[in-house]
């Protein structure tokens, strides 16, 4: 299993980002895909999770009406669009899978996925 973040960057206040992951090594549909961001010294924060299969969405309240996550089954990619960025979203995001055929599980629970991306920065500038 592969996952490979990108689109992070450098941007303003009130700016967005479109984050993309890209899966490889898997069958997509039996996995669910997780959005997590870190800050140094500080425990990863789930803030997002798809089921490509069903097509279920999941945020965290501190990215809710935010952020919108995707998937593009034909290309094993999920996205996350990002708007209204602020500093408080600076961080490092990754992206990580576990399988899933509509079994039960904690989405924005970090220790619920197996698999992880390397990561991706992203910096909210004031």
């Known amino acids: 299993v592969q996952l490979v973040e990108s689109g992070g960057g450098l941007v303003q206040v009130g700016g967005s980002l479109k984050l993309a992951c890209v899966g490889s090594?898997?069958?997509?549909?039996?996995?669910?895909i997780g959005w997590f961001r870190q800050v140094a010294g500080e425990e990863p924060e789930g803030i997002s999770s798809?089921?490509?299969?069903?097509?279920?969405?999941y945020y965290s309240d501190s990215v809710k009406g935010r952020f919108t996550v995707s998937s593009d089954n034909a290309k094993n990619t999920v996205y996350l669009q990002m708007t209204n960025l602020k500093p408080e979203d600076t961080a490092v995001y990754s992206c990580?899978?576990?399988?899933?055929?509509?079994?039960?599980?904690?989405?924005?629970?970090?220790?619920?996925?197996?698999?992880w991306g390397q990561g991706t920065q992203v910096t909210v500038s004031s």
């Open positions: 090594g898997f069958t997509f549909d039996d996995h669910a």
């Open positions: 798809i089921s490509p299969s069903d097509g279920g969405r």
């Open positions: 990580a899978a576990r399988y899933y055929r509509g079994n039960y599980y904690n989405r924005l629970r970090p220790s619920e996925y197996d698999s």
